[in-house]
Nanobody, 124 residues
Framework: QVQLVESGGGLVQAGGSLRLSCAAS??????YGWFRQAPGKEREFVAG????????LFADSVKGRFTISRTNAKSTVYLQMNSLKPEDTAVYYC???????????????????WGQGTQVTVSS
């Protein structure tokens, strides 16, 4: 059974940092993406990374503050979030696309597996 399990969410003050992890089991993912959904808003793209790790993409709202990395040996992807703002508050979801080294990262329908989400709350 293929699973993606996120961890690392929590409550942090504005300006602080968190690192989210997403561990994959039961399958190999060529592409990972992070998405988020705030209350009352649609899910939005945050970041994506290709199989090699050389190609990444970030939403404009997080560029320069968030980084994404992966360890293929451990089938894990990370989202390092720095200089957090209250508007970063959301449920963060990890997504994976199997058998593709790269895809349009921001296109959610391209991903075939999703995690259950982890809550990130940034207080002002």
């Amino acid at each position: 059974q293929v699973q993606l399990v996120e961890s690392g969410g929590g409550l942090v003050q504005a300006g602080g940092s968190l690192r989210l992890s997403c561990a994959a089991s039961g399958g190999t993912f060529g592409v990972y993406g992070w998405f988020r959904q705030a209350p009352g808003k649609e899910r939005e793209f945050v970041a994506g990374i290709s199989w090699s790790g050389r190609d990444t993409l970030f939403a404009d709202s997080v560029k320069g503050r968030f980084t994404i990395s992966r360890t293929n040996a451990k089938s894990t992807v990370y989202l390092q979030m720095n200089s957090l703002k209250p508007e970063d508050t959301a449920v963060y979801y990890c997504a994976g696309r199997s058998r593709q080294p790269t895809i349009p990262f921001s296109d959610s329908i391209r991903y075939d597996y999703w995690g259950q989400g982890t809550q990130v709350t940034v207080s002002s």
